[in-house]
Nanobody, 124 residues
Framework: QVQVVESGGGSVQVGGSLTLSCGVSGRTFGNYAMAWFRQAPGEEREWVAAISSTGANVYYTPPVNGRFAISRDNAHNIMTLLMNDLKPEDTALYYC?????????????????WGQGTQVTVSS
C-alpha cells in the first residue's frame, strides 16, 4: 500500500520562506515522477511543480517560477518544495502527488497517490 505524507507547512509573513517535504512508502520511489499541487479556499486545485523520476527535469507553473524549487532524494524516498519570497496568493493547502509514470505532467489524472495536504498561510 502506497502512503504519501506531507509536512512542513505553516504560517509566514510576506517575503518569507518555507520548505515542504513529502515522504513516500510502499513503492520504488525513484521509478516515478512526483508533483506538488495546491488548493486555495474556494478555488480549484492547481498544479504547482513537478519533477521527473530521476530529478533531472523540473517544471513550474509561471506564478511560482523563480521563487519555488522542487527536488527529490531517491535514496531516502523524499521530495521537497523550497518556497521563497512567499506572497498572500500562495496561501493554500499543498498536496504531494505520486505519479504512475516516470515523466511528470501537470495533470491530476497522472497522479495515482496523494497525501492529505499541508497548510501554507502567508500573511501581510
Amino acid at each position: 500500500q502506497v502512503q504519501v505524507v506531507e509536512s512542513g507547512g505553516g504560517s509566514v509573513q510576506v517575503g518569507g520562506s518555507l520548505t515542504l517535504s513529502c515522504g513516500v512508502s510502499g513503492r520504488t520511489f525513484g521509478n516515478y515522477a512526483m508533483a506538488w499541487f495546491r488548493q486555495a479556499p474556494g478555488e480549484e486545485r492547481e498544479w504547482v511543480a513537478a519533477i521527473s523520476s530521476t530529478g533531472a527535469n523540473v517544471y513550474y507553473t509561471p506564478p511560482v517560477n523563480g521563487r519555488f524549487a522542487i527536488s527529490r532524494d531517491n535514496a531516502h524516498n523524499i521530495m521537497t518544495l523550497l518556497m521563497n519570497d512567499l506572497k498572500p496568493e500562495d496561501t493554500a493547502l499543498y498536496y504531494c502527488a505520486a505519479s504512475s509514470i516516470a515523466t511528470p505532467t501537470a495533470s491530476e489524472g497522472s497522479y495515482a497517490h496523494w497525501g492529505q495536504g499541508t497548510q501554507v498561510t502567508v500573511s501581510s
